[in-house]
Nanobody, 118 residues
């Protein structure tokens, strides 16, 4: 079993930056992929970014390419989502996910709210 706890959400103005963190506990962290989803009010949940167990492979949604960077520190059991040039349409609850790829993931965090004001 894996437990995921997100932090770092908040309110930021358009054009600003935020860094989300997700701390994992339970199984050996370096053995599974991790990612971030988001869900905006009235919209379906969507994958934002994913990273494989070693950090050597990443995937980004087209809407965030060039603005967001996913990374991981296996020694700290933590992944990050660095977000730059934030837009109001990035406003959503961001969820950390573990063990999976694409739309299918085994473990989910509780979510952290990101609000981008115009």
């Amino acid at each position: 079993q894996v437990q995921l706890v997100e932090s770092g959400g908040g309110l930021v103005q358009a054009g600003g930056s935020l860094r989300l963190s997700c701390a994992a506990s339970g199984r050996a962290f370096s053995t599974y992929s991790m990612g971030w989803f988001r869900q905006a009010p009235g919209k379906e949940r969507e994958i934002v970014a994913a990273i494989n167990w070693s950090g050597g492979m990443t995937h980004y949604a087209d809407s965030v390419k060039g603005r967001f960077t996913i990374s991981r520190e296996n020694i700290k059991n933590t992944i990050y989502l660095q977000m730059h040039s934030l837009k109001p349409e990035d406003t959503a609850v961001y969820y950390c996910v573990g063990e999976g790829w694409g739309d299918t993931w085994s473990y989910w965090g509780q979510g952290t709210q990101v609000t981008v004001s115009s």
